[in-house]
C-alpha cells in the first residue's frame, strides 16, 4: 500500500480560497476516480467532505470542492471561515488496499 | 439513523492480544466492506485494513505495519466487524475506528482508545 503525499501545513485568511494537494501514483489516485478528502476536528472522529473526486454528501458546504488531475487530487475551500480550521486527509481507492494521505493541517489566520 | 460503535480498547502490555469490536447499526451491514483505522496520539489517520462484504468473497487487506499481526473478521447476523489484535507493540497504540464503504467512508464512530505499556 502507498501514502499519499500531502503539505503538512496551509493557512489562508477568512474569505480566502487555500488549496490542500495530494500526489499519488498510478496506482492509486491516476488510476481510480474514487478519491475522497475527510476533515477532522481536534478530538472528533473524521467527517467525509468529498467523494469520489469532486462529489460532495449531503450537508457539505459548497465552499468544498475537489479535483484530480493525473496522479495528484486536490481539495479547494473557498470563503475560509473560523471554523474551517482543521486537520485535512485525502484518501484514494487502490485494487488491494487503501492509499491514505499524512493529513495537512489548515489555520485560518 | 446510520451508527458505528468502537469497543474493546484497554491498556494492555506489550506482546498480549486484544480483540476490537464494531457494532453497526440503521443499514444493511452485509452490504459493505468494513474497515479500521487508526490514530496515534498527536499523529495522522492510518489505515489498518479492510473486510470485504461476502458479496465480493468476504476477503480481507491488511497494512503492512501490522499484516501477520491483525486478523479482521465479520458476523454479518450481528452486524459486528472485529480487529483481533496479536502481538502488541507499543507503536499500536491509538484510537481505532471502523468506518464502512471500500471507496470512500462515509460513516466514522468515536473510536476506542488502545493502549499498549508495560
Known amino acids: 500500500q502507498s501514502a499519499l503525499t500531502q503539505p503538512a501545513s496551509v493557512s489562508g485568511s477568512p474569505g480566502q480560497s487555500i488549496t490542500i494537494s495530494c500526489t499519488g501514483t498510478?496506482?492509486?489516485?491516476?488510476?481510480?476516480?474514487?478519491v475522497s478528502w475527510y476533515q477532522q476536528h481536534p478530538g472528533k472522529a473524521p467527517k467525509l467532505i468529498i467523494y469520489?473526486?469532486?462529489n460532495r454528501p449531503s450537508g457539505v458546504s459548497n465552499r468544498f470542492s475537489g479535483s484530480k488531475s493525473g496522479n495528484t487530487a486536490s481539495l479547494t475551500i473557498s470563503g475560509l471561515q473560523a471554523e474551517d480550521e482543521a486537520d485535512y486527509y485525502c484518501?484514494?481507492?487502490?485494487?488491494?488496499?487503501?492509499?491514505f494521505g499524512g493529513g495537512t493541517k489548515l489555520t485560518v489566520l | 439513523e446510520v451508527q458505528m460503535v468502537e469497543s474493546g480498547g484497554g491498556l494492555v502490555q506489550p506482546g498480549r492480544s486484544l480483540r476490537l469490536s464494531c457494532t453497526a447499526s440503521?443499514?444493511?451491514?452485509?452490504?459493505?466492506?468494513m474497515n479500521w483505522f487508526r490514530q496515534a496520539p498527536g499523529k495522522g489517520l492510518e489505515w489498518v485494513g479492510f473486510?470485504?462484504?461476502?458479496?465480493?468473497?468476504?476477503?480481507?487487506e491488511y497494512a503492512a505495519s501490522v499484516k501477520g499481526r491483525f486478523t479482521i473478521s465479520r458476523d454479518d447476523s450481528k452486524n459486528i466487524a472485529y480487529l483481533q489484535m496479536n502481538s502488541l507493540k507499543t507503536e499500536d497504540t491509538a484510537v481505532y475506528y471502523c468506518?464502512?464503504?471500500?471507496?470512500?467512508?462515509?460513516?466514522w464512530g468515536q473510536g476506542t482508545l488502545v493502549t499498549v505499556s508495560s
Open positions: 468506518p464502512r464503504g471500500r471507496r470512500s467512508f462515509d460513516f
Open positions: 440503521g443499514f444493511t451491514f452485509g452490504d459493505y466492506a
Open positions: 473486510i470485504r462484504s461476502k458479496t465480493y468473497g468476504g476477503t480481507t
Open positions: 498510478s496506482s492509486d489516485i491516476g488510476g481510480y476516480n474514487y
Open positions: 469520489d473526486v469532486s
Open positions: 484518501s484514494s481507492y487502490a485494487s488491494s488496499s487503501t492509499a
